[in-house]
């Protein structure tokens, strides 16, 4: 498991963002645990975003929340090239936000074997053959 740190300090209307990535080359990570922190009294929303800052993009958030960690029901995966976006709105103007993620980086050797185990295996349908009631020609 690694783990990433990053801090920001954020704008005088409290908002501000973070971003962890791009996954390097021929990578994939699988984020199992996603943590932030904002200093001051304000509870700022801190929404995460693979790529880019828009609604279909959202993959987290955190409402109202100075404190929180999140560990994902499901892991979010971030592909090569691809970014988490961490973004916060509403703090205190000039507070100090902090993100830190946990993710497993998995090589394409990793990933196909685990695909391979999580796909399940069919079986090929038996066929029986028979004869029909000339006794000539098969019964399938």
Not at 20 to 39: E, K, L, M
């Amino acid at each position: 498991m690694t783990t990433d740190s990053r801090q920001t300090i954020l704008d005088a209307s409290g908002d501000g963002t973070i971003i962890f990535g791009p996954v390097p080359s021929g990578y994939r990570w699988r984020i199992g645990r996603i943590a932030i922190d904002t200093s001051g009294a304000a509870t700022p929303n801190v929404t995460a975003f693979v790529n880019s800052i828009a609604s279909t993009s959202i993959v987290d958030f955190s409402p109202a929340q100075r404190r929180n960690i999140a560990d994902e029901a499901t892991a979010i995966d971030l592909e090569q090239g691809e970014t988490l976006i961490m973004q916060w709105d509403a703090a205190d103007a000039l507070a100090v936000a902090s993100a830190r993620i946990q993710y497993e980086q998995q090589s394409p050797a990793v990933q196909s074997a685990i695909e391979e185990q999580q796909t399940p295996k069919r079986k090929p349908a038996m066929v029986t053959a028979g004869y029909g009631d000339d006794g000539l020609l098969p019964k399938w």
